[in-house]
């Protein structure tokens, strides 16, 4: 089964940065297309970036292009979201999370969510 596993979360001061970062295993990870998704209290899961499985054509929810960029290690199995200019409004628990068919960028079609890290954002 796919195993993941997200970390990097933390306490950040408004306009301040972080970098999280996501492993995973039980799938030939450089297949398929990995996504960054949140989700704050009391609100519904939203997609934040998602990227191809070779690296190439990165997708990134309106509110945080120009902010936050995902990248992805096909070597070591990782993928990360740096997060730059933060704001109140990004505090959420961030998942990780890989495509549910290898060679698919469908952002619709994402499943095997890790348990999540913890971002909280200060004004």
């Known amino acids: 089964q796919v195993h993941v596993v997200e970390s990097g979360g933390g306490l950040v001061q408004a306009g301040g940065s972080l970098r999280l970062s996501c492993a995973a295993s039980?799938?030939?990870?450089?297949?398929?297309?990995m996504g960054w998704f949140r989700q704050a209290p009391g609100k519904e899961r939203e997609f934040v970036a998602g990227?191809?499985?070779?690296?190439?054509?990165?997708l990134y929810a309106d509110s945080v292009k120009g902010r936050f960029i995902i990248s992805r290690d096909n070597a070591k199995n990782t993928v990360a979201l740096q997060m730059s200019s933060l704001k109140p409004e990004d505090t959420a628990v961030y998942y990780c999370?890989?495509?549910?068919?290898?060679?698919?960028?469908?952002?619709?079609?994402?499943?095997?969510w890790g348990q999540g890290t913890q971002v909280t954002v200060s004004s």
């Open positions: 990227i191809s499985w070779s690296g190439g054509s990165p």
């Open positions: 999370a890989a495509h549910k068919l290898p060679y698919s960028s469908d952002i619709s079609g994402f499943g095997s």
């Open positions: 039980g799938l030939t990870f450089s297949s398929y297309a």
